[in-house]
């Protein structure tokens, strides 16, 4: 008796990064039967990305055994503003040659010979931790996803929130007017105390002024041209002085920016991912937690903090479970 | 041919607020019959501000010319936390003796001899706006009272956002962190530089450092005890400098923490009530659209900015709304 519901074919989800290109295949239950990691190109045009893209996820078939076009669908998790649609991906301005338009599922289904979904990055990451992550208890979440900048996606009444398309830009509510400036160009945002970009911005400004940090040799001994997650960690492991209280104005801006979202939404959870929150792990959601405290109108009932549990998957995942919408675009119930 | 649906019977409404209790009966098309207003009671117990319901609905339905008895239902709206299944309302502090559990709308249901539902008051005026006022063109929208707190509600895809019971709190997102203390008690909040009560003690306090304004000199005109939104209005048009440099501080708060409010969630429409933002109307409407925009991380796609277009009425409107529902409570579809 054929009672339990066949796995479905598998599947491809990329998370298109600023950096990095990370493709997996998964089965019909999710697991990952390859994986590929490629490096963002840092010069030329949208259609130098999309070849990147290919040969991403053109490995991990390989690794998984089986034809891009056999898939039964590939989900892409993009910044920028993706057209729920046409799943075209406008204003990518972390990618080369991106202010404008460019077709990217169009060009993707082509390609691969299968249908392509595009969703905005930092929702298909919610959206997998909403659906395998840490998320899973909850039916109304707050995803924060804290790296180069600060990314937010919504997750109410189990369906993702997307607004008219530009919800979860948590990292641009203002917690300080008349603030510090943001890589946005705005005052105050979360960001701007916040994200690894604007962090590392202060920290060179600081060293200019002749304060003392071992940030930057570390960067020099690791090879890399910026701070990254990894060496902000190592610094804090080693008590840098000045990397110790710059991440400590980013966990108090998180926290006040966060209770803020919190007293608008009330939300059950808060889910912490992206590069540092996962580097910083469980110690760090808790600090946050007690930062976010003291501004919680309803402080009787706080919600739940928790790390991303799927680490630096989810973005992969997340758009590996776009494709299973029968919808091209990002298939959102609640566009408005 | 009965192809047009017949008008059902009348539905009483009550906005419970801290100064007033405002009563309507309403027909089944929303027209007001009958109304009655009367002071809420400073002093005694719950049960005290129940029999004075009780006298405001018993008035508008005798103006309206029907018995309580043969209403369809009435509605309330109400400070504090509504339990959306009993319509008990707990710590409602603006009220007299309200600090603990008062079984509502079962004392209602009895005296009234009709059912009784119970909402928040903010929620059933933002609703009211969705409904019938100016946010009909809208699924989405965000409903600020700004009068002596400042309050928030949230329709999101066509339904009100309440998350666990406790959303809407906007006045006390943070606007700047380490700021400014709050009536609340905390730091910070937007209400503690936009609300009428914070705004009339940051007066009181820079009278008693001898600056000069002739806000409490209109408030004995009036024979007032406290500052209202006609004496604030009244100061502004005799260009009191105290006064237009307070209201200057709560618009640019207002814009700030709006903004805010906006980037997360990306809502078609803000709709500005309360007291002062019904006195002060379209001009200030804009002026917070104005202080808004450069917080706007989506700054070509603003939301569409309005003065509520109830007024008064909303409220009470609002829970006249709920008693057309068939639940008891405050028939949360989303409430997770």
Request: one cysteine or more.
């Amino acid at each position: 008796m054929p009672s339990a519901k066949a796995p479905s074919a598998p599947r491809g989800g990329i998370d298109l990064g600023g950096t990095k290109i990370e493709a997996i295949v998964v089965d019909g239950r999710n697991n990952v039967l390859g994986a590929s990691r490629k490096p963002t190109p840092t010069t030329g045009e949208p259609e130098g990305v999309a070849k990147q893209l290919v040969e991403a996820l053109g490995e991990a078939a390989q690794l998984a055994g089986v034809e891009p076009s056999r898939l039964q669908g590939v989900g892409v998790g993009s910044p920028g503003v993706v057209d729920p649609v046409s799943g075209a991906v406008s204003g990518a301005r972390n990618l080369p040659g991106w202010d404008g338009t460019f077709e990217l599922a169009s060009v993707l289904a082509e390609r691969f010979g299968t249908r392509v979904a595009v969703g905005n990055d930092v929702q298909v990451a919610t959206d997998a931790e909403y659906k395998l992550g840490a998320g899973k208890p909850y039916k109304s979440l707050l995803g924060v996803f804290w790296g180069t900048g600060v990314g937010g996606g919504l997750i109410l009444a189990g369906k993702p929130w997307l607004g008219r398309g530009g919800a979860g830009e948590i990292g641009h509510m203002v917690v300080k007017k008349n603030g510090a400036k943001c890589p946005c160009g705005r005052r105050g945002c979360m960001e701007a105390y916040a994200g690894r970009a604007a962090m590392e911005a202060r920290a060179r400004r600081q060293v200019d002024k002749g304060q003392k940090t071992d940030l930057f040799k570390l960067m020099k001994e690791r090879g890399r041209d910026r701070l990254t997650s990894a060496i902000w960690a190592r610094a804090l492991d080693h008590k840098d002085k000045m990397a110790t209280k710059l991440i400590d104005e980013a966990v108090e801006a998180l926290g006040v920016g966060i209770a803020s979202a919190i007293n608008l939404l009330d939300v059950e959870a808060v889910v912490i991912g992206g590069g540092l929150g996962v580097r910083l792990g469980q110690p760090y959601a808790k600090r946050i937690a007690k930062e976010m405290q003291p501004h919680l109108f309803n402080d009787r009932h706080p919600p739940d903090v928790h790390v991303a549990a799927l680490g630096d998957l989810g973005g992969a995942l997340g758009a590996a479970l776009l494709a299973r919408s029968t919808r091209r675009g990002n298939g959102t119930p609640n566009a408005s």
